[in-house]
């Protein structure tokens, strides 16, 4: 999911409204680039734990990129070729032409998954690029996999604060009973499960060799070959959820007016915001196409590009635009969406609605780490809008969006209570569009 702020400012996003298809899912697999335990000793790639997932994905009608931390040909486990009688040719050519993944772009992909085997013991823990790639799907909120030795991915992974990428969360992979019944336990630089217990994760292990998998939000493990498929499934599960929330998405955009917006020259608006006994009241001028803006009432006109020179009025300008269009940064921003399969009781209101959710990543943007559920009429405007701040599970501001005004092929609520109006209100008037 790309940013698409900088097509707001230069007049250029239009989103279709007879585009119902959306683009397929693209998931990216990385698998290892090590080779050997020891000079005698062979290892790499467990091909079950790529040739399972890769199918799955492909039968789900997902492009799949594969890359590794060097890029080329990644070494295939021998005793994992035990019993195989034939080698898909298409496999195998493509796990000997791996990208490199330090020169992907992550923002490409909608998934990631990590397959297991030996060799990601020896060179995904220490890994920058592997340690990127992995914080940057999971602040993201987007399917972040791992099977078997995979999770030897997360060893090395942090989150923006510096924390340890899987400090509290619950995960699986390969268990210690499990690396000692392949007596391999002293063949390796740690035992897996181990470190990711001192690593603060709850580690959730299951009987030696049987199926096994833990959801944990967009954290998804499973714990050994077994596991492969209910991983894959599990990805391909929350990749679809995504998609859906995405489609709906995008009617909501289009529901007010976004297709109408490369039209828009000027727009004015006062935006008015009601605090207990304090009022807020700020008029702008806001020319999308030149990427211009005036705070009306101090006579200040600057180019957004400048806005270090007006950071402060540039930082309530943003404050009252995401308001104002709250609908078109479902597109315009880089942002994790899920919704509702069915109706559900709208907070602070009566009756109930489908929802969306909006999670912004931890990092950068506007709104790093909060949550914005959005409860929608039958047309798909918004009917009721819940903000969390830090993703918290309680409302921290709830408010209905009221009194719809069509202005120039734009839909705007212009008046947005809370539960007591008298203690917080926003507010819109003076809208015009040239």
Known sequence: MKTLMSLVFTGLLCVNAQAAEMEAAHLLMVVTSHGQIDPQTPTGLWLEEFAVPYAVFRNAGYAVTVASPLGGRTPVDPRSLEGEEELDPKVMAIL???????DLSLEEFDAVFFAGGHGTMFDLPSDEAVARTVSHFLV?????AFVC???????????PDGSPAVAGRRITAFTNEEERAVELADEMPFLLESRLRELGAEFVGAEKFEEHLVVDGNLITGQNPPSSRATANAVRD?????????????????????????EVAKIAFTFEAQLGETTIARSWMWEPG????????????????QNEAFAETDAKFINDEYWLVFPFHLLWDDVALTRSTEPEPVPGGTGTAIRLTVQYPAEGGYTPGDAYDLYLHPDHTVRAWVFRKGGATEPTRITAWEDYVTVMGLRISQNRPGPDPASFRISFSGLSVE
């Open 290 to 305: 030149a990427n211009r803006v005036t705070l009306v009432d101090e006579g200040i006109t600057y180019t957004r590009d």
């Open 96 to 102: 000997g032409a791996t990208r490199k993944l330090a």
């Open 140 to 144: 993201r909120h987007q399917p972040t």
């Open 149 to 159: 030795h995979g999770p030897a991915a997360l060893v090395g992974a942090v989150l």
């Open 238 to 262: 929350q990749v679809e959820a995504a998609r859906s929330a995405r489609a709906l998405a995008q009617k909501v955009a289009l529901a007010h007016g976004i297709n109408a917006w490369p």
